[in-house]
């Protein structure tokens, strides 16, 4: 590395109390692994820079030159190296990032902003039900450092958040706050309530069988992928997929829609499907059961 890059890094690392080389920007980031350190930082409400690598080859190899670390995303606080996205997430569950970028980050924690929510009707009116049963206190939402959602029936803390929407008030605690983002609390038949947070790193989702066909009769906006070889798909298929193809799999991480992903039974469809979210894809879902599952909500589909 020249001279002139490494005091360019050097400033960069010096000037900044918490600063994050990445793949892209804190508002588009352009790889999963940097998006989740992103996501992460966000819920600790504290500044930070953001440096795009992307934006020139030399700073992209000199900066794991200069850390000795070999891969991008980077995060620095107080001057000195903390690692990658997979150390990041570990301090991160274990606590010991929020009082490393509160002490070393020398920067001031801001107050989360109040999350929008959106509940659907079905998911009000079985929540309505069970607060009478419950006595009435405010319906709590608690978001975990991995992303864990709870619904309690709770009174007030101090330090709450209060959202109102739908005429019923949530309440979340400061770390719950800065975890929601946008959120929406579904209610489905058989499996019980979805809260999803518009911060969440993206992750594989699941899809039961009957919810698929459900969605498949109204949104044509679904790519359905088949990751099975061309003699299974000859066996039974469900109509409107897509085959498995290096094409098809770029094709899903460059652009945005839903996903749902299957196989026999769904081991193989999870396996992709990871590997999907891995390269910075999103709204990926797996089909749960496969399309052995999926037979028994449409009789149509034989069984193999």
């Known amino acids: 590395m020249n001279e002139t890059l490494r005091a360019q890094i050097d400033e960069l690392v010096t000037k900044h109390p918490i600063v994050l080389f990445m793949k892209g920007s804190r508002q588009f980031p352009q790889c999963g692994f940097s998006a989740t350190v992103v996501q992460i930082l966000d819920t600790h409400g504290v500044k930070y820079e953001t440096v795009n690598v992307l934006s020139s080859p030399d700073l992209r190899e000199g900066i794991k030159e200069y850390s000795s670390w070999p891969t991008i995303p980077q995060l620095y606080v107080g001057g000195k190296f903390v690692g990658g996205c997979d150390i990041v997430r570990e301090l991160h569950s274990s606590g010991e990032l929020a009082a490393l970028v509160g002490a070393g980050g020398g920067a001031a924690r801001a107050e989360p902003a109040a999350p929008k929510v959106t509940i659907s009707k079905d998911a009000l009116d079985a929540v309505l039900a069970a607060q ?55 209610f489905l038949a058989g499996q019980g309530f979805r809260v999803e947070s518009s911060k969440a790193p993206a992750r594989v989702r699941s899809m039961g069988a009957l919810e698929l066909k459900e969605l498949l009769a109204g949104d044509a906006s ?83």
């Open 132 to 186: 009478s049963d419950a006595g009435g206190d405010p319906l709590r939402v608690a978001i975990g450092p991995r992303w864990e959602y709870d619904l309690v029936f709770d009174a007030k803390q101090e330090g709450d958040v209060v959202v109102e929407s739908e005429g019923l008030t949530i309440l979340f605690d400061r770390e719950s706050a800065a975890r929601a983002g946008e959120l929406t609390i579904e």
């Open 222 to 304: 679904i790519l359905l992928l088949d990751v099975r070889p061309e003699a299974e798909r000859a066996l039974a298929s469900i109509p409107g997929h897509t085959p498995l193809s290096p094409a098809i799999l770029e094709e899903i991480v460059e652009k945005a829609g839903k996903v749902v992903v299957y196989c026999h039974h769904g081991s193989r469809s999870m396996s992709v499907a990871q590997q999907l979210v891995l390269q910075g894809a999103k709204d990926i879902y797996n089909l749960v059961g496969g399309i052995d599952a999926y037979s028994e909500v449409d009789p149509s589909i034989p069984r193999y």
